[in-house]
């Protein structure tokens, strides 16, 4: 059984430790599905298993990280005479995804292949699946983005990696009356 503390997770995601020293120990069984039937693990190329598979269309991102931002559409009236304003929510905002990977070769040459794979899907101008466990909570049912940008940053002397993030909005599927 292994462990790890709840303040290292903070450092790495928020840049801060707390004060107070929690520690969860992991249980030896894991769950391999998600309630919404996405698999928590997958396994790469090269036999390595990574924990939260990311697909987009049908390429699978190994050893990729997905956060999502989800805001709200609020109209905020101010209050004459009054301290405050009066709030209206009117509708959720789509949803920002970002995810970030490195694409990697055992070759001592550069990942174009893998590079040129990330951009046909880049250049597809319509609305593409995503599947994750954790995006499949917020997609419900829709499972579409639409990329926006595909940031590759520099790698000075490093060959073998490039690093790469997706940046992309949900789509969803709206039926108009007539």
């Known amino acids: 059984m292994s462990e790890f503390l709840i303040r290292d997770i903070f450092q ?3 840049g801060y430790q707390p004060e107070a020293e929690f520690r969860i ?20 190329d090269l036999g390595r298993e990574h924990f939260m598979p990311i697909r987009l269309e049908n390429w699978v991102i190994p050893f990729g990280v ?41 070759e001592n040459d550069y990942p174009e292949d893998e590079v040129r794979k ?7 101008n319509a609305a593409i699946t995503l599947r994750s466990a954790k995006t499949d909570i917020f997609l419900v049912g829709e499972d579409k983005v639409v990329i926006t940008e595909i940031p590759l940053p520099v790698t000075p ?16 599927i709206f039926k108009l009356e007539q």
């Open 12 to 14: 790495r995601s928020f």
């Open 25 to 44: 120990e992991q249980a030896t069984a894991r769950r391999e599905i998600s309630a919404l039937g996405q698999p928590y693990f997958d396994v790469d």
């Open 66 to 106: 997905v956060s999502v931002t989800a805001r709200k559409n609020i109209v905020s009236t101010p209050m004459v005479e009054r301290n405050g304003s009066v709030h209206e929510i009117i509708s959720i905002n789509d949803y920002s995804i970002n995810i970030k990977g490195i694409l990697l070769i055992n």
């Open 118 to 124: 990330l951009y046909e899907i880049f250049k597809i």
């Open 157 to 172: 002397g490093i060959q073998q990696a490039q690093p790469f993030e997706i940046n992309c909005l949900s789509d969803t």
